[in-house]
């Protein structure tokens, strides 16, 4: 657990809908996982890397379980 404040969360975020700006680089870094490349997500302190990547994993997740359902 992280610390917590209450107008502000210094925890990365974990799905698209908490990101905000971020929906080009997430389908892209998607597309780029899915494509089994090699990628690297370079940037500032805090500029929201982890949260980048944390929502791929999440997007991921869900595109996995949908492909189970329907096939
Ligand atoms: N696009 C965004 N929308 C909303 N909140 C964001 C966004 N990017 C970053 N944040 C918030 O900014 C803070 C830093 O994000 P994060 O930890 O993902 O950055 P980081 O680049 O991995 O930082 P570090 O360099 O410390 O590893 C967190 O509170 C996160 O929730
Ligand atoms: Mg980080």
Do not use: C, Q
């Not at 997430?26 to 982890?50: F, N, Q």
């Amino acid at each position: 657990m992280g610390v917590k404040f209450a107008f502000f969360d210094l925890n990365p975020k974990e799905s698209a809908k908490e990101l905000f700006g971020r929906e080009g680089e997430l389908d892209e870094l998607v597309h780029l996982i899915k494509a089994r490349r090699w990628v690297a997500v370079l940037g500032p302190r805090m500029v929201g890397k982890t949260s980048l990547i944390k929502a791929a994993n999440t997007r991921l997740d869900e595109m996995a379980t949908a492909i189970a359902k329907y096939t």
